[in-house]
């Protein structure tokens, strides 16, 4: 509410941010110009089996699906052994999450071929195991260092317990919380450039199929389209956390 | 009313409380006073029910604690702690507002009673209402927390160290309009200090304590004019005389002008203590008094106030 007198809306540029990126993704004539000056012996310079637009579109799916299930798993998860009536599965999650994250995500993606089969969705569940750790680390070290002096007042006042989760745990908790999925996010943004060995799509294609036959110039295309993503979401996830705490700033 | 009946606290194999019984009489302000230590604040915990004793009984007018609904029982107990406690991540208005919203008002109503009562506190709400806690000096803060406690209008007041966290000058301040506030209002409000000047100056009762017990519940004047053990008179020091002039209002001891111009006044609505401390930093033997406006309408002599201080009780 307290954005109420500043114009524009903070999250109006890099939504901006994201429109221009896109566009910038489909003008795949400038593109092939470009890549075709730049390695002028490259017999194909652009990936052509499919649009650049197309790929970063695929990247950014994947990067979604596995995020948005490291949000809705590892949140509540975080929030559950937290309590206490889930203090006791404590130490098992936070074992499960770190193992998830030590195998190599190239190791998980095949181990989950079998029971995921060949397409986007091993991808999806391999980048979930693998991004999962920051957000429940982040999640569980924010619950764990809340005011200890405000959740005295709180309960003193007179919330009730799931009160004092919605109205305060969450809310002091949610700038390390944010943290967490801005980490978890961009990580899975890049690792999800491994997706196309299960047959996922998205920008890692050309790499993995510029390294197969050397050339340099679809490397350079799927990873400069990988770079540029990443710095985006970082830093609109960055805006976000600003906006969604807005306690935390001075005026 | 608020009523404790042989309390035990055990931590383990240690007796934190150990067996107190104490009645702090509805409208009444009641200072726990006693060493760091002693269970005040684990005592006072156990009327919002942030405590349950070991053994024993506390009971707000004749209800046992125990047989109400702890959220419900807390909702009606204004609670202040030294650390404060402000939600930082809500407006000083919304923080105000918290039991009221937790009582279910309406918008309109919590946002009046929010502005009512940082003015009470001496807070204006344009400048403030819409600031974060981060955003306060400490006595602000403090400020906003009685703000906060006050906002529902509950009977009874738990103020662990309300005080303790501020400077001198602010805490001084504060216990003023504190006390005048309290004059008006008639909470009965259970004050936790362990600060002995503090307690004398806005107690109705103090309860004195040590090592889980009580040592001596009575009025600061009866405390400080007869202290019934030796821990007492230990805890009170060599200053209590002049504690003892804290509790007399200027007014009382007030003689006419004698026409002679005064060289120092002060103002009539002090302590006897103060005007005792003016004549000492002053090397003076008496004081003209003045009124609110300025104008002199008394005279207090030296002799007098050391007659006060060693006064037995008429
Ligand atoms: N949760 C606890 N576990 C063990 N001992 C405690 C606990 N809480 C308080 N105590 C002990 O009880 C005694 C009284 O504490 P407290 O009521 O906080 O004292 P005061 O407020 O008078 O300084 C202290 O000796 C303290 O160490
Ligand atoms: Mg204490």
């Known amino acids: 509410m307290s954005w109420r007198e500043k114009s524009p809306h903070p999250l109006l ?19 092939q110009g470009l890549l075709s000056t730049l390695f002028p012996s490259a017999r194909s310079p652009i990936f052509e089996r499919e649009t650049l637009l197309n790929l970063a579109l695929q990247h950014l799916a994947i990067t979604a699906g596995a995020g948005a299930l490291v949000i809705l798993v590892g949140l509540p998860l975080a929030i559950f052994v937290t309590r206490p009536a889930g203090a006791a599965f404590r130490p098992l999650a936070e074992n499960i999450v770190a193992v998830g994250q030590t195998f190599p995500p190239v190791a998980v993606l095949v181990l989950a071929l079998p029971f995921f089969g060949f397409g986007s969705a ?38 009730s317990r799931p009160q004092l989760l919605w109205r305060v745990e969450l809310p002091l908790a949610l700038p390390v919380i944010l943290a ?72 | 009313m608020i009523r404790f009946k042989s309390i035990v606290m055990r931590y383990g194999g240690f007796e934190a409380l150990k067996g107190v019984s104490l009645e702090v009489p509805e409208g009444q302000l009641v200072t726990l006073l006693g060493p760091s230590g002693c269970g005040k604040t684990t005592l006072l915990r156990t009327v919002n029910r942030l405590i349950e004793p070991t053994e024993g009984t506390v ?9 109400l609904d702890e959220v419900e029982l807390r909702r009606g107990i204004g609670y202040v702690i030294q650390s404060i406690g402000l939600f930082p991540h809500m407006s000083v208005l919304e923080n105000v507002v918290v039991v009221p919203r937790l009582l279910g008002w309406k918008k309109e109503k919590r946002e009046t009673r929010a502005r009512e009562m940082l003015a009470l506190v001496g807070l204006e709400p344009p400048t403030f209402a819409g600031r974060y806690p981060r955003e306060l000096s400490g006595g602000q803060a403090q400020r906003v927390g009685l703000a906060r406690a006050l906002a529902a209008d509950p ?34 409000v259970l004050f936790v200090t362990h600060d002995l000047d503090e307690a004398v100056k806005i107690s109705d009762r103090i309860c004195l304590m040590s090592l889980g017990q009580v040592e001596q519940y009575d009025t600061p004047e009866a405390l400080l004019r007869s202290p019934r053990t030796s821990f007492v008179q230990g805890f009170l020091g060599p200053s209590r005389t002049l504690l003892r002039l804290s509790r007399i209002p200027l007014s009382r001891l007030l003689e006419p002008p004698d026409g002679h111009h005064p060289s120092a006044t002060i103002q009539h609505s002090v302590s006897a203590r103060e005007a005792f401390s003016s004549l000492l930093a002053n090397g003076l033997r008496s004081l003209g008094v003045t009124d609110d406006v300025g ?11 050391l007659a006060a201080a060693s006064e037995e009780e008429p």
């Open chain 1, 13 to 31: 540029v890099p939504l901006v941010g994201w429109g221009l990126v896109l566009v910038l993704f489909a003008q795949q004539s400038f593109w």
């Open chain 1, 122 to 159: 091993g991808a999806v569940m391999a980048l979930f195991l693998y991004g999962l750790l920051p957000v429940v680390r982040n999640s569980l070290e924010a619950f764990a260092s809340l005011p200890s002096d405000v959740l005295d007042a709180a309960r003193g006042m007179g919330y």
């Open chain 1, 180 to 251: 967490g999925i801005r980490t978890s996010l961009v990580l899975i943004l890049a690792t999800a450039t491994v997706a196309p060995l299960v047959g996922g799509g998205g920008l890692g294609v050309p790499i993995i199929a510029g390294l197969a036959v050397s050339n340099l110039a679809f490397v350079v295309q799927g990873a400069f389209g990988v770079a540029l993503l990443a710095l985006l979401l970082d830093w609109t996830l960055g805006r976000l956390e600003l906006t969604l705490t807005p306690w935390r700033n001075g005026r």
């Open chain 2, 59 to 67: 009971f707000i007018g004749d209800r046992d604690v125990r047989g």
């Open chain 2, 155 to 188: 009977p009874v007041l738990l103020m662990d160290e309300p005080f303790g966290a501020v400077d001198p000058p602010t805490r001084e301040r504060l216990q003023d309009e504190f006390q005048k506030l309290q004059s008006e209002l008639r909470k009965t």
């Open chain 2, 295 to 305: 104008l002199l309408i008394g005279v207090v002599r030296l002799e007098t106030l």
